[in-house]
Protein backbone atom coordinates (compact mmCIF):
# COMPACT_ATOMS: atom_id res chain seq x y z
CA UNK A 1 0.00 0.00 0.00
CA UNK A 2 1.44 3.09 -1.11
CA UNK A 3 1.95 5.57 2.02
CA UNK A 4 3.76 9.15 2.76
CA UNK A 5 7.37 9.00 3.86
CA UNK A 6 9.10 11.49 6.11
CA UNK A 7 12.21 12.03 6.91
CA UNK A 8 14.12 12.29 9.30
CA UNK A 9 11.88 10.70 11.91
CA UNK A 10 13.86 13.01 14.82
CA UNK A 11 15.36 16.26 14.48
CA UNK A 12 17.62 18.03 17.26
CA UNK A 13 18.28 21.33 16.83
CA UNK A 14 19.53 24.89 18.67
CA UNK A 15 17.19 27.54 18.82
CA UNK A 16 17.61 30.15 15.51
CA UNK A 17 19.17 27.28 13.64
CA UNK A 18 17.03 26.43 10.32
CA UNK A 19 15.56 23.14 10.06
CA UNK A 20 13.62 21.51 7.12
CA UNK A 21 11.83 18.17 7.15
CA UNK A 22 11.04 16.26 4.36
CA UNK A 23 8.37 14.53 2.92
CA UNK A 24 7.83 12.10 0.31
CA UNK A 25 3.83 11.91 -0.59
CA UNK A 26 2.18 9.59 -2.42
CA UNK A 27 2.74 9.92 -6.11
CA UNK A 28 -0.42 10.29 -7.80
CA UNK A 29 -1.80 12.86 -5.16
CA UNK A 30 -2.23 16.24 -6.04
CA UNK A 31 -2.66 18.02 -2.23
CA UNK A 32 0.21 18.15 0.57
CA UNK A 33 -0.44 19.21 3.93
CA UNK A 34 1.91 19.92 6.72
CA UNK A 35 0.37 19.57 10.06
CA UNK A 36 1.57 19.46 13.92
CA UNK A 37 0.73 18.60 17.40
CA UNK A 38 2.39 19.73 20.46
CA UNK A 39 3.38 17.30 23.35
CA UNK A 40 -0.76 16.35 24.32
CA UNK A 41 -2.40 18.39 22.21
CA UNK A 42 -4.92 18.25 19.40
CA UNK A 43 -2.90 18.17 15.89
CA UNK A 44 -2.75 21.29 14.20
CA UNK A 45 -3.18 22.33 10.74
CA UNK A 46 0.19 24.89 9.36
CA UNK A 47 -0.50 24.49 5.42
CA UNK A 48 -1.79 23.41 2.60
CA UNK A 49 -0.05 22.99 -1.15
CA UNK A 50 -1.83 22.50 -3.77
CA UNK A 51 -0.45 23.37 -8.24
CA UNK A 52 2.52 23.90 -6.61
CA UNK A 53 1.66 26.66 -4.91
CA UNK A 54 0.13 27.72 -1.05
CA UNK A 55 -3.52 27.18 -1.04
CA UNK A 56 -3.73 27.84 2.83
CA UNK A 57 -2.20 28.78 6.00
CA UNK A 58 -2.93 29.26 8.99
CA UNK A 59 -1.59 32.03 12.02
CA UNK A 60 1.26 29.41 12.79
CA UNK A 61 2.48 29.68 9.64
CA UNK A 62 4.61 33.28 9.63
CA UNK A 63 7.22 34.33 7.56
CA UNK A 64 9.63 31.77 9.64
CA UNK A 65 7.98 28.76 7.67
CA UNK A 66 7.89 28.05 4.18
CA UNK A 67 7.45 25.06 1.75
CA UNK A 68 8.44 23.53 -1.15
CA UNK A 69 8.43 21.02 -3.66
CA UNK A 70 12.10 21.24 -5.75
CA UNK A 71 10.97 18.14 -7.28
CA UNK A 72 8.57 15.75 -8.24
CA UNK A 73 8.61 13.59 -5.55
CA UNK A 74 9.67 15.87 -2.55
CA UNK A 75 7.65 17.87 -0.75
CA UNK A 76 9.70 20.20 2.36
CA UNK A 77 9.09 22.28 5.55
CA UNK A 78 11.82 24.60 6.19
CA UNK A 79 11.62 26.75 9.66
CA UNK A 80 14.33 29.19 8.85
CA UNK A 81 15.16 30.32 12.75
CA UNK A 82 13.32 27.74 15.20
CA UNK A 83 12.45 29.00 18.50
CA UNK A 84 11.58 26.72 21.42
CA UNK A 85 7.76 26.42 20.86
CA UNK A 86 8.58 25.09 17.58
CA UNK A 87 9.13 21.25 19.40
CA UNK A 88 6.61 19.40 18.01
CA UNK A 89 5.77 16.39 16.17
CA UNK A 90 5.22 17.34 12.34
CA UNK A 91 3.22 15.72 10.08
CA UNK A 92 3.06 15.63 6.47
CA UNK A 93 -0.12 14.65 4.55
CA UNK A 94 -1.14 13.91 1.16
CA UNK A 95 -4.59 13.03 -0.95
CA UNK A 96 -5.94 13.02 -4.04
CA UNK A 97 -9.97 13.52 -3.46
CA UNK A 98 -11.35 12.82 0.30
CA UNK A 99 -9.42 11.76 2.38
CA UNK A 100 -5.47 12.71 3.73
CA UNK A 101 -2.48 10.16 4.13
CA UNK A 102 -0.41 10.87 6.94
CA UNK A 103 3.19 9.89 7.37
CA UNK A 104 4.54 8.99 10.49
CA UNK A 105 5.82 12.29 11.20
CA UNK A 106 9.18 13.92 12.39
CA UNK A 107 9.31 14.94 15.84
CA UNK A 108 11.50 17.98 16.16
CA UNK A 109 13.23 19.17 19.54
CA UNK A 110 14.89 22.73 19.38
CA UNK A 111 17.20 23.03 22.21
CA UNK B 1 -14.77 29.94 14.11
CA UNK B 2 -14.81 26.17 13.63
CA UNK B 3 -13.94 23.47 16.67
CA UNK B 4 -14.45 19.91 16.85
CA UNK B 5 -14.34 18.74 20.38
CA UNK B 6 -14.58 15.59 22.03
CA UNK B 7 -16.76 14.58 24.91
CA UNK B 8 -14.34 12.62 26.73
CA UNK B 9 -10.70 12.52 26.80
CA UNK B 10 -9.87 9.12 28.14
CA UNK B 11 -12.04 5.28 27.37
CA UNK B 12 -11.48 2.61 29.30
CA UNK B 13 -12.72 -0.82 27.90
CA UNK B 14 -12.40 -4.35 28.48
CA UNK B 15 -11.28 -6.38 25.93
CA UNK B 16 -14.26 -7.90 23.66
CA UNK B 17 -16.69 -4.97 24.73
CA UNK B 18 -18.11 -2.37 22.49
CA UNK B 19 -16.83 0.98 22.02
CA UNK B 20 -18.06 4.50 21.51
CA UNK B 21 -16.30 7.66 21.27
CA UNK B 22 -18.19 10.49 20.75
CA UNK B 23 -17.30 13.98 19.01
CA UNK B 24 -19.30 17.05 18.64
CA UNK B 25 -18.49 19.93 15.28
CA UNK B 26 -19.37 23.22 15.46
CA UNK B 27 -19.68 24.18 11.02
CA UNK B 28 -23.19 23.59 10.30
CA UNK B 29 -21.97 23.82 6.84
CA UNK B 30 -19.89 20.88 7.18
CA UNK B 31 -20.46 17.93 5.34
CA UNK B 32 -17.54 15.57 5.55
CA UNK B 33 -16.25 13.93 8.54
CA UNK B 34 -13.12 11.82 9.26
CA UNK B 35 -12.17 9.52 11.81
CA UNK B 36 -8.36 8.84 12.62
CA UNK B 37 -6.79 6.64 14.64
CA UNK B 38 -3.29 7.80 15.90
CA UNK B 39 -0.90 4.69 18.21
CA UNK B 40 1.81 6.19 19.90
CA UNK B 41 4.93 7.51 17.98
CA UNK B 42 2.98 7.07 14.53
CA UNK B 43 0.93 9.29 11.93
CA UNK B 44 -2.75 9.39 11.91
CA UNK B 45 -3.97 6.63 10.58
CA UNK B 46 -7.67 6.82 8.25
CA UNK B 47 -10.26 4.53 9.76
CA UNK B 48 -13.66 5.39 8.27
CA UNK B 49 -15.26 8.78 7.38
CA UNK B 50 -18.71 9.84 6.30
CA UNK B 51 -20.80 12.21 4.33
CA UNK B 52 -23.41 14.62 4.99
CA UNK B 53 -25.64 12.70 3.43
CA UNK B 54 -25.93 9.31 5.38
CA UNK B 55 -26.51 8.88 8.78
CA UNK B 56 -24.16 5.42 9.32
CA UNK B 57 -21.61 4.41 7.71
CA UNK B 58 -20.12 0.80 8.44
CA UNK B 59 -16.76 -0.58 8.15
CA UNK B 60 -14.86 -3.75 9.54
CA UNK B 61 -15.87 -3.38 12.84
CA UNK B 62 -16.51 -0.05 12.74
CA UNK B 63 -19.19 1.96 12.44
CA UNK B 64 -20.05 6.04 12.28
CA UNK B 65 -23.07 7.77 13.05
CA UNK B 66 -23.52 11.41 12.38
CA UNK B 67 -26.61 13.27 13.89
CA UNK B 68 -26.24 16.41 12.30
CA UNK B 69 -29.36 17.87 13.82
CA UNK B 70 -27.28 18.05 17.45
CA UNK B 71 -23.76 17.98 15.04
CA UNK B 72 -22.33 14.90 16.54
CA UNK B 73 -20.62 12.06 15.68
CA UNK B 74 -20.04 9.10 16.77
CA UNK B 75 -17.50 5.91 16.56
CA UNK B 76 -18.24 2.55 17.59
CA UNK B 77 -15.93 -0.33 17.84
CA UNK B 78 -17.44 -3.73 18.21
CA UNK B 79 -15.40 -6.30 20.24
CA UNK B 80 -11.98 -4.16 21.23
CA UNK B 81 -9.17 -5.53 21.12
CA UNK B 82 -6.05 -4.46 22.89
CA UNK B 83 -4.71 -3.85 19.05
CA UNK B 84 -7.67 -1.10 19.13
CA UNK B 85 -5.72 1.10 22.28
CA UNK B 86 -5.03 3.96 20.31
CA UNK B 87 -5.92 8.26 20.70
CA UNK B 88 -8.78 8.37 18.28
CA UNK B 89 -9.59 11.74 16.20
CA UNK B 90 -12.47 13.18 14.47
CA UNK B 91 -11.62 15.68 11.75
CA UNK B 92 -14.12 18.02 9.85
CA UNK B 93 -12.74 17.53 6.49
CA UNK B 94 -14.80 20.17 5.01
CA UNK B 95 -13.06 23.86 5.71
CA UNK B 96 -12.53 25.18 2.11
CA UNK B 97 -11.97 23.44 -0.89
CA UNK B 98 -8.58 22.56 0.65
CA UNK B 99 -9.39 19.78 2.61
CA UNK B 100 -7.88 21.11 5.16
CA UNK B 101 -8.89 19.40 8.55
CA UNK B 102 -10.12 20.66 11.83
CA UNK B 103 -9.12 18.64 14.43
CA UNK B 104 -11.02 17.58 17.67
CA UNK B 105 -8.67 17.12 20.75
CA UNK B 106 -8.86 13.14 20.45
CA UNK B 107 -10.26 10.27 22.59
CA UNK B 108 -7.55 8.32 24.17
CA UNK B 109 -8.56 4.45 24.09
CA UNK B 110 -7.16 2.00 26.73
CA UNK B 111 -8.45 -1.77 26.08
CA UNK B 112 -7.90 -4.11 29.35
CA UNK B 113 -7.10 -7.61 28.46
Known amino acids: EPEVTQTPSHQVTQMGQEVILRCVPI?????FYWYRQILGQKVEFLVS????????KSEIFDDQFSVERPDGSNFTLKIRSTKLEDSAMYFC?????????FGSGTQLSVL | GESVGLHLPTLSVQEGDNSIINCAYS??????FIWYKQESGKGPQFIID???NMDKRQGQRVTVLLNKTVKHLSLQIAATQPGDSAVYFC????????????WGLGTSLAVNP
Open chain 2, 91 to 102: ADANAGNNRKLI
Open chain 1, 27 to 31: SNHLY
Open chain 1, 49 to 56: FYNNEISE
Open chain 1, 93 to 101: ASSEIGKLF
Open chain 2, 50 to 52: IRS
Open chain 2, 27 to 32: NSASDY
